[in-house]
């Protein structure tokens, strides 16, 4: 069981239920587009699944802090079960995350991907699975969508491909703030 394997960190104590609070970077073409954490509650029992309840804080690709809270699709302030104010959640170790997730695009070969990561007292960032096709609620986090910030990554063609995943997530990080998506 992978809470044998990994110690959780507990920067994010009061942030979620009983579970195990993760972190969700979508990646297309290796480059972060979007993140958020997804919080365990009673009502997910404990899950950090947000279709059983489960709390999803949009997360700033810029600074890894939280933009805005929703469970069941509406948005929130305060943890519902820890009373916690979600606006204070700030993720650390957060380019060295981003790093990470946008990694694993080369390690899967995959242009879409939601890389699902977990923070370890002594390791830091670690991934715990990438999904081919990661859920949307994530834009519902965030407050905006997904479309266009992948369609300025199609638009740079291969031309614009930058080659280390440091040098995509400065382009993420400079170009997909908050819930601002560039215009051509």
């Given at each position: 069981?992978v809470?044998n394997?990994?110690?959780?960190d507990?920067?994010?104590?009061?942030?979620s239920?009983e579970?195990?609070?993760?972190?969700?970077?979508?990646?297309?073409?290796?480059?972060?587009?979007?993140?958020?954490m997804?919080l365990?509650?009673a009502?997910s029992?404990?899950?950090?699944?947000?279709?059983?309840?489960?709390?999803?804080?949009?997360?700033?690709?810029?600074?890894?802090?939280?933009?805005?809270?929703?469970?069941?699709?509406r948005?929130?302030e305060?943890h519902?079960?820890?009373?916690?104010?979600?606006?204070?959640?700030?993720?650390?170790?957060?380019?060295?995350?981003?790093?990470?997730?946008?990694?694993?695009?080369?390690?899967?070969?995959?242009?879409?991907?939601?890389?699902?990561?977990?923070?370890?007292?002594q390791?830091?960032p670690?991934?715990?699975?990438?999904?081919?096709r990661?859920?949307?609620?994530?834009?519902?986090?965030?407050g905006?969508?997904?479309?266009?910030?992948?369609?300025?990554?199609?638009?740079?063609?291969?031309?614009g491909?930058?080659?280390?995943?440091?040098?995509?997530?400065a382009?993420?990080?400079n170009?997909?703030?908050?819930?601002?998506?560039?215009t051509?």
């Amino acid at each position: 069981m992978v809470e044998n394997l990994i110690q959780f960190d507990d920067v994010f104590d009061g942030f979620s239920y009983e579970g195990v609070p993760d972190i969700r970077v979508i990646v297309f073409k290796g480059y972060p587009v979007m993140a958020m954490m997804r919080l365990s509650t009673a009502a997910s029992d404990g899950k950090a699944n947000l279709h059983q309840g489960a709390v999803g804080v949009g997360i700033d690709l810029a600074t890894g802090k939280a933009l805005r809270a929703v469970q069941f699709n509406r948005p929130i302030e305060h943890h519902p079960d820890t009373g916690r104010l979600l606006s204070e959640l700030t993720v650390p170790h957060w380019q060295q995350l981003l790093t990470l997730a946008a990694s694993a695009w080369e390690m899967t070969g995959l242009g879409y991907i939601g890389t699902d990561m977990v923070l370890d007292k002594q390791n830091g960032p670690m991934v715990l699975e990438l999904n081919a096709r990661p859920g949307l609620a994530i834009q519902i986090a965030n407050g905006c969508g997904l479309l266009p910030r992948l369609r300025h990554i199609e638009q740079m063609g291969s031309t614009g491909q930058l080659t280390t995943p440091e040098q995509r997530v400065a382009y993420a990080i400079n170009n997909f703030t908050g819930t601002h998506t560039p215009t051509h």
